[in-house]
């Protein structure tokens, strides 16, 4: 009989629940630093925030650059961002414009994947999971989806509505389960077995270990030997390092939550329930407990009323059909969300750069305006990729040939080190991201 170990699976097989990121970030899992990012940078992040209907069709613009750039009222919470931002015009996805509905509009936004109609499910695997299957190794949760609303399954139109309910597709027949629970979602982060990972590394796994020892060859024996002493060396190494004031490799500015656990169930208020999934997304980067994260504000076809803005009188679908002052106060709201983020990950500093300099994050809805309009997407990005986006520009491609939303992704998906040669319509990044 073979055996066939994956130093990485082995550990985490042995009861590791959440690996060391500073170790994760060195070579000591036999993985070698991946393009241009070496072991002491901080890892690259993506967060994709959705909100759904699309926004006030007069105020969703920007123009110019930088600190000069000018931007329209949906988007006044950023203005602090402007030189952290891409504004981008123009992107869509073919596919969502055969429907002209909301669920045959949401449910590819983030695949660029043909829709089953009929009722039936069938999308494709979203950027987000494709990423995950990547660097959901290095950390204990491969990606966190996270959501604002429950989900609807019924089908309007002759589309299913789960599509309508979910960004995050884990493979073309299966959404990503969505958690709603803050409570849930901080402890898939934090919860005890997390624990594990502040011990010595080999300790935690020194018993499984010699368990396992008596079920394989001499071969492989030693080799198990081999590994466990060099990861004990690793260890002594990265200890003596520290002392000495030496560069041990990137490390996470915390290593455990600096925020109580959120109550039990669903905070009635929208507003707290949108900030603590917020608070969970920051500490989940921080902590680099997991470096992918899906946060969809709401639903398109969205039932959510706005009380705390004196907006309750209609839910969110119905305002989107009318750019009232209503509407923008509620755009603005979604819009302040992301400044929310961006804010608290711009005040974490990483070495040179800040953890918003070193994540991407990006907003977008399935259409333009509350008339279903997808012949264009409204798309922002902040962030700076890991120094690896010029941000501060305005990039235009209505005009142009060859604007799939999915050459976007193909863009950040260049930035965390995954190439692949297509994705959905997509063979090509966008060369100005």
Not at 208 to 234: C, F, G, M, N
Request: hydrophobic share 35%; aromatic share 6%.
């Amino acid at each position: 009989m073979t055996y066939r170990f994956s130093r990485r699976t082995m550990l985490r097989g042995l009861g590791v629940t959440m690996a060391l990121p500073w170790l994760e970030s060195l070579c000591v899992w036999g993985d070698e630093p991946r393009g241009r990012q070496s072991a002491s940078e901080a890892p690259v992040r993506l967060a994709v925030l959705f909100s759904g209907n699309g926004f006030h069709s007069r105020e969703w613009w920007a123009k110019g650059e930088g600190a000069g750039m000018e931007l329209g009222q949906v988007l006044a919470p950023l203005t602090d961002f402007r030189e952290k931002m891409l504004f981008i015009k123009g992107l869509y996805n073919e596919q969502a414009l055969k429907g002209n509905i909301h669920s045959s509009q949401t449910g590819n936004l983030l695949s660029g994947a043909p829709l089953a109609s009929g009722g039936d499910i069938h999308s494709g695997t979203s950027v987000d999971q494709l990423l995950a299957q990547v660097h959901g190794r290095s950390t204990k949760v491969p990606s966190l989806v996270l959501g604002c609303e429950k989900s609807n399954p019924s089908v309007h139109k002759n589309y299913s509505m789960l599509y309508s309910s979910h960004i995050s597709w884990s493979s073309p027949t299966a959404p990503t389960p969505l958690e709603l629970y803050p409570a849930l979602a901080f402890d898939r982060l934090f919860n005890d077995e997390a624990q594990r990972g502040d011990k010595s590394v080999l300790d935690a796994v020194l018993a499984d270990a010699t368990d396992l020892r008596r079920q394989i060859s001499a071969t492989d024996q030693r080799k198990l030997d081999e590994y466990l002493d060099s990861v004990r060396d690793v260890e002594e190494r990265l200890e003596n390092a520290g002392k000495q004031g030496e560069l041990q490799g990137w490390r996470p500015t915390l290593d455990k939550p600096n925020m109580p656990r959120p109550p039990e169930g669903i905070p009635q208020n929208i507003a707290d329930h949108m900030r603590l999934m917020c608070d969970i997304l920051v500490l989940g980067f921080q902590t680099d407990t997991t470096r992918i994260t899906t946060l969809k504000l709401n639903n398109d076809h969205s039932s959510l009323r706005f009380p705390h803005l004196g907006v309750d009188y209609m839910i969110h679908h119905l305002l989107s059909h009318s750019d009232t002052a209503d509407w923008l106060k509620v755009n603005q709201f979604f819009l302040e969300q992301l400044a929310y983020i961006a804010r608290k990950l711009d005040a974490i500093q990483e070495g040179e750069r800040t953890a918003l300099d070193n994540s991407m994050l990006l907003y977008c809805s399935s259409m333009m305006t509350g008339a279903h309009d997808a012949t264009q997407l409204p798309v922002v990005v902040l962030g700076g990729g890991g120094g690896r986006i010029q941000t501060g520009r305005v990039l235009d491609y209505r005009e142009k040939p060859n604007r799939q939303m999915c050459r976007l992704y193909l863009s950040l998906m260049d930035k965390m080190n995954v190439r692949p040669a297509s994705f959905g319509d997509a063979s090509e990044p966008l060369a100005e991201v």
